[in-house]
């Protein structure tokens, strides 16, 4: 799919989509309950749909009704035998192997080449040395044993997702854990978001000290209603689009770790900003087209954009020497250089991620483009471009 955006100024007021950092983590704490939840504001998109079926691979069921998702959980006794698509969703991926290792058993996760190539190796290192055996073959990841209490140790520079994962898992078993990560601890925001949610489920997970969780065993999680806050990470891409533009639906107390996008949006609106992005790599490519659109910036803490559904600083890098911009790439660093974006003569490319293709967009509202590959938007938020419509802006969209 191809879509030309014209130049325009965008202006009104738009609902942020739900969040789905928290709908993955609702929808899973409803699968590991007992009994029957539902889930209000659960969008439509590929990631989302990867955890409803490896939610139903487990032995759950989920029903959709608009944005509503009824679950009935597996009271943490997941299927011994399941195959686990995950499509492209890392989350989904993460986020579901220590639950599926509970009752022991031998269970595989497929998905998309490039989230095979990311890969689990966290899990591959900690969960061998408890005696699981896993196994890379042309099918997927296979899995044959059982997760089982004690100490866990995860280094705190690689996703928060692995050490989600374990949080999710380890009250279900019988016996007492512990989580402990090591500094310098990144993405810890999400950490936190898991924690509560869990919480709001009937789970206690008590932080014995800095970066250390204690998890008491023989838990249950509790089947609710309950009902997704607004996405930052999403919401993000719409505030770039200017001052003219409001979104509601956000939650100023939110745990998303990405709800610092509208000070750093700021922030690059003066010359010589020096932005972190260590804990919210999500919001790199935006935070790279509004730079680009304005005095530049340094980004410092780069390295895991790497490692996203794209390489996020080379494709970035890439689509915006299209628009007349340079960037500097190094180790754990770019810096994108000031000098103001022209329009495109060549195509852009969406490198088959969400993100890039929706900050290209950002950009191409001020200047015009048109971009390939833009259907994966659909990923996480397939209504973006209607919704860039309905803020006033032209945007033709090719099959």
Not at 77 to 106: D, M, N, W
Not at 126 to 155: C, N, W
Not at 161 to 175: D, E, I, M, R
Not at 287 to 294: D, G, H, K, N, Y
């Amino acid at each position: 799919m191809k879509v030309t955006i014209a130049p325009g100024t965008a202006h009104g007021v738009i609902a942020a989509p739900p969040s789905k950092s928290c709908g993955h983590r609702m929808l899973l704490c409803a699968a590991l309950a007992d009994g029957e939840s539902r889930i209000r504001g659960i969008l439509g998109s590929q990631d989302m749909e990867a955890t409803m079926d490896c939610i139903r691979a487990m032995g759950g069921t989920c029903l959709r009704e608009g944005d509503t998702v009824s679950v009935i959980g597996t009271g943490g006794r997941a299927a011994k035998q399941a195959t686990y698509p995950c499509r492209e969703s890392g989350s989904t991926l993460r986020f579901c192997i220590p639950p599926a290792l509970v009752p022991g058993g031998h269970t595989v996760f497929t998905g998309a080449a490039r989230l095979m190539e990311r890969g689990v190796g966290v899990y591959e290192e900690i969960l061998s040395a408890k005696g699981v055996i896993i196994e890379k073959t042309s099918a997927g990841i296979s899995f044959r044993g059982s997760l089982t209490p004690g100490e866990y140790i995860l280094r705190g520079d690689i996703s928060s997702q692995f050490v989600s994962g374990l949080l999710l898992a380890l009250p279900l078993l019988k016996s007492d854990s512990t989580v402990r990560v090591l500094p310098p601890v990144e993405s810890r925001p999400y950490m936190d978001l898991t924690l509560d949610v869990m919480a709001s489920f009937g789970v206690r997970v008590e932080k014995s000290e800095e970066n250390t969780f204690y998890i008491p065993g023989g838990q249950r999680y509790e089947c609710r209603c309950a009902a997704v806050e607004g996405d930052w990470s999403n919401a993000a891409f719409l505030l770039a689009l200017g001052d003219e533009v409001r979104v509601t639906g956000l939650h100023s107390g939110s745990l998303q770790g990405d709800r610092v996008c509208r000070e750093m949006l700021h922030r690059l609106e003066t010359p010589g900003a020096v932005l972190d992005l260590s804990a919210c790599p999500d919001l790199g490519p935006v935070l790279f087209a509004a730079a680009a659109r304005s005095h530049g910036a340094v980004f410092v803490g780069t390295r895991r954009l790497r490692i996203k559904e794209s390489d996020r600083v080379a494709a970035m890098t890439q689509e915006l020497a299209k628009f007349g911009v340079r960037v500097r790439e190094e180790e754990n660093r770019a810096t994108v250089l000031p000098g103001g974006i022209s329009f495109p003569e060549e195509e852009l490319d969406g490198h088959n991620d969400h993100r890039i293709v929706m900050a290209l967009s950002v950009l191409a509202s001020s200047v015009g483009g048109t971009i390939r590959g833009a259907e994966a938007v659909n990923k996480s938020y397939p209504g973006f471009f209607e919704d860039l419509q309905r803020l006033g802006l032209t945007v033709e969209i090719y099959p």
